[in-house]
């Protein structure tokens, strides 16, 4: 079990996602920046689907109750091992009592805590990540368990890896959504040829953005919407869906993110600059 000691800004269980209930409404949820996951999975070498801890903002402080291996990944975020520095995306041998806290976010937004066989909370629907009207929890709190496997004998064939950081990264790809050809050529200009800014509502469900394009008057049926779908409002607000993004919506589907844009926008904040690239793919 690993213990809870204080919670942080919002820590939850995530795993790779909740597929095949979207016709019922049930978003796919999962982990926000599947590229650091991948990583820190890898590592471990675990299954690509096994349940990490997601750490946003502000991390946790957390006590060990079983040995383990544990390693961390994603944003650069400040991180003790029994008051001693740790790093990302190295691999650390875990005994019964250490405890893991977390300190200043450097950069990005997101941390990813993955264990040996992962965590292992129990599976609705066929995923363990936390979706309130699903789970029941939505993230961690003081006092609460977390359940892992006892592992001690594992012994990886790679501790250590240097990974290129897309932290930095600031343009999103994309490619047409549904609606794209009802933008008028200045509704395009302006989405293409400047940069955009992270709103303060900003979290698993949606991104918004600060700044405005030109409003419209498009009316349309709900339809579905994905990850990374990007809805434009009436008033010109750009809405961006996220992986605890509803199913359907009633906004025109203007642009759709590729999964590596939403790894990059899972990591920005309040106040930080993107921008959209429209990709050109051959056929």
């Known amino acids: 079990m ?28 999962g982990v926000m920046d599947e590229m650091s996951v991948f990583k820190v999975n890898s590592l471990l070498e675990n299954d690509s689907s096994s349940a990490v801890l997601e750490i946003t ?4 402080t957390l006590v060990f109750e ?32 250490d405890i893991l806290s977390f300190g200043r976010l450097v950069k990005g937004f997101r941390s990813y805590l993955g264990v040996k066989g992962g965590f292992t909370p129990k599976v609705i ?5 936390y979706y309130k009207p699903i789970t029941k929890e939505s993230r961690l709190r003081e006092g609460d368990f977390v359940p ?70 498009i009316s349309m049926l709900t339809s579905a919407t994905l990850p990374g779908t990007v809805q434009l409002t009436p008033s010109g607000k750009l809405i961006v869906l996220m992986k605890d993004g509803q199913t359907t919506g009633g906004y025109p589907r203007i642009i759709q993110l590729t999964d590596r844009a939403i790894y990059i926008l899972a990591q920005k904040r309040e106040g930080n600059q993107i921008s959209f690239k429209l990709c050109i793919r051959l056929v």
């Open 125 to 129: 629907l066929g995923s363990r990540s």
């Open 148 to 217: 892992y496997t006892y592992h001690k004998l594992f012994q990886p064939k790679i501790s250590e890896i240097k990974v290129a950081s897309f932290l930095d990264d600031t343009i999103l790809e994309v490619s047409k959504g549904p609606e794209f050809e009802l933008l008028n050529d200045k509704q395009l200009e302006e989405i293409f040829s400047r940069s955009f800014t992270v709103a303060h509502e900003n979290n698993r469900m949606a991104y918004q953005i600060k700044e405005t394009i030109s409003p419209h008057e």
């Open 57 to 60: 903002m502000t991390g946790p």
């Open 2 to 29: 690993l213990k809870v000691l204080k919670a942080g800004f919002y820590t939850s269980v995530q795993d790779s996602g909740r597929f095949n209930y979207r016709n019922k409404g049930v978003p796919v949820s």
């Open 66 to 97: 079983e040995e383990t291996y544990m390693a961390l990944g994603g944003a650069k975020m400040l991180a003790t091992l029994n008051n001693l520095p740790i790093q990302n995306y190295k691999v650390y041998q875990i005994e019964v009592g």
